[in-house]
């Protein structure tokens, strides 16, 4: 699929994403804190990549749907054991629809996906989406870093990531806080060559992240610092915003 906004994140980082990001989170601690929140379900997952958050809510018997722009992406979570109880399509999850409008007890987007989606408008349009998908009393869960400004010096940074006899890698990012946009090249040096993994995205504070909620009738419900329900402090690295759907 054509990329969206201006992050082609699935496509680019689907061959290695797996092996980085499978054990990123404990993941019966995920899935617990969503099945508790989802209740009965149906579930819909916005970004569900290869799966990783997706196929253990499933395998706990919640039916769950999935967006993804990337069929990279998809191709790998269809390939692995439990998917076929998953229904998932390749779309964009600002504006497609799946399952019944109105249906869904939670709707999730996790790991900063909402950051790749675009700038604010288009990130505003995702909110709205999942308030279409929700029955009222639902909840829309974010989870996503919190930018820290303190890392970059004059609007840069450079961080090695990997120092081996035959691999050097490092990641080099440029700010524009203006726009809020931070890109990024992961590079990777080997005796082969040189690879390069790209990643665009407008990052959003907490207070900015509830005001998309309100515009699009949601409120926030609680906000934790991690998947175990750890309060949210100014110290915080992680947001998990829950928010609710207060109208229909
Ligand atoms: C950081 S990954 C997260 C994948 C999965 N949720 C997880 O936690 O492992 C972001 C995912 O969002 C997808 N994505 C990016 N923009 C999208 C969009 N506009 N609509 C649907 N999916 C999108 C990417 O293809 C990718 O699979």
Redesign the pocket.
């Known amino acids: 699929m054509a990329k ?2 201006l ?1 082609n ?3 680019d ?2 061959y290695i ?1 797996d092996e980085l ?1 499978q054990d ?1 989170d404990d993941l019966s601690v995920v899935s617990e804190t969503l099945a508790s929140l989802a209740g009965d379900g149906p579930v819909l ?6 799966g ?3 196929l253990p809510l499933a395998e706990r018997g919640l039916k769950v749907y999935g ?4 069929e990279e ?1 998809l191709r790998r979570m269809w390939a692995k054991p439990g998917a076929d109880k998953i229904t998932a399509i390749i ?4 504006k497609d629809s799946i399952g019944e409008a109105g249906a869904f007890s939670l709707v999730f ?5 909402l950051f ?3 700038p604010q408008d288009v990130q505003i349009e995702c909110f709205k989406n999942a308030a279409r998908h929700l029955r009222k009393g639902g909840v829309f869960v974010v989870e996503a870093f919190v930018h820290d400004r303190t890392r970059f010096h004059q609007w840069q940074e450079v961080v090695t990531t990997k120092v081996g006899d035959n691999v050097v890698g490092f990641r080099v990012g440029m700010l524009d806080p203006v726009n809020q946009v931070l890109r990024t090249q992961h590079i990777e040096l080997t005796p082969d060559g040189i690879k390069f993994r790209p990643n665009w995205l407008r990052y959003v504070y907490p207070s900015e992240m509830d005001l998309m909620a309100r515009l699009a009738g949601m409120r926030l419900r609680e906000r934790w610092s991690s998947w175990s329900r750890a309060p949210f402090t100014a110290e915080s690295s992680t947001q998990i915003g829950v928010y609710e759907k207060v109208a229909d």
């Open positions: 969206v906004g992050s994140f699935g496509d980082w689907a994403y990001f990123r997952e916005f970004g569900i990549g290869t990783r958050l997706a967006i993804d722009n990337s992406m779309g964009d999850c600002t987007i996790a790991f900063t996906t790749l989606l675009g």
